[in-house]
């Protein structure tokens, strides 16, 4: 990362499925990607998860890949006839449809005379559209665009990631410290808490409530680019809830 890198690069998550929101499906790709992108300097700024119906799609990727700098999308690209990801993209962007010839051959390969239509689907990319590698098992994702396609199961998608990382524009890489404070609730903390945020307007602070059989409080986690800076908002945090009349307080590495 250089020193000139962006202050800030943005990208949405676009979850697509209806075993996502009938809750069949637990989504863990959210999770994966939002850690995958702040370890690059880019920050997950919007999630949406939509249906399997086309023109959804079509809408929701519209509306955030002009309002960020990247979306990835997770989902919809396998063999049946509710995948539809690879169509509401095209759609989006205003082009067809093509098999790529590299996939083509990947599955011959593979299936051979079982190359059946429903296993071409995978092959189809947007015109215009770049492959994304995957390194785990079955056809690539694609990109077109500010937009990556990605394949539904975790473990391909994780590996997919790996392939889209080198292709952003990396920013200034966040940063987070933890404050622990044991013993008082978020009332007794929010004054001070309040006036640090206040007075760093440019960092994020959030309180993070822990209930135990050992007892109760709150981490309080403190992120920034600027290391410099957020050393000395921790220390400012730290002043703060002890001049509050706070005693049990301390910084915790989070693993």
């Known amino acids: 990362m250089t020193d000139n890198a962006p202050d800030r690069v943005t990208c949405a998550v676009l979850i697509i499925?209806?075993?996502?929101?009938?809750?069949?499906t637990q989504d863990t790709n959210l999770r994966d990607i939002a850690r995958y992108l702040g370890v690059i300097g880019v920050d997950l700024a919007e999630a949406r998860t939509v249906s399997d119906v086309l023109q959804d799609i079509v809408d929701a990727l519209n509306a955030l890949r002009e309002r960020y700098d990247?979306?990835?999308?997770?989902?919809?690209?396998?063999?049946?006839?509710?995948?539809?990801?690879?169509?509401?993209?095209a759609a989006a962007f205003g082009v067809e449809l093509e098999e790529h010839p590299e996939i083509i051959e990947m599955m011959s390969k593979r299936w051979g005379t079982e190359l059946n239509a429903a296993r071409r689907r995978m092959a189809r990319v947007p015109v215009g559209g770049a492959l994304v590698k995957n390194p785990v098992q079955g056809p690539p994702g694609f990109t077109i665009g500010n937009v990556f396609t990605l394949a539904g199961v975790p473990s391909i998608m994780r590996g997919m990631l790996e392939d889209v990382g080198p292709r952003m524009r990396g920013g200034r890489p966040t940063v987070s410290r933890t404050v622990?404070?044991?013993?008082?609730?978020?009332?007794?903390?929010?004054?001070?808490?309040?006036?640090?945020?206040?007075?760093?307007?440019?960092?994020?602070?959030?309180?993070?409530?822990?209930?135990?059989?050992?007892g109760f409080g709150s981490n309080l986690v403190v992120r920034s680019r600027d290391p410099d800076a957020l050393a000395g908002a921790v220390a400012e945090l730290i002043v703060a809830l002890k001049g509050a009349g706070i005693e049990n307080v301390r910084e915790i590495e989070v693993a």
């Open 180 to 214: 622990r404070v044991e013993g008082s609730g978020e009332g007794v903390i929010a004054a001070p808490l309040e006036a640090v945020a206040k007075a760093h307007p440019d960092m994020s602070l959030g309180s993070y409530p822990f209930f135990s059989p050992d």
């Open 17 to 24: 499925g209806d075993e996502i929101l009938s809750g069949r």
């Open 70 to 89: 990247y979306v990835i999308t997770t989902g919809g690209i396998g063999p049946t006839h509710d995948d539809i990801t690879a169509d509401a993209v």
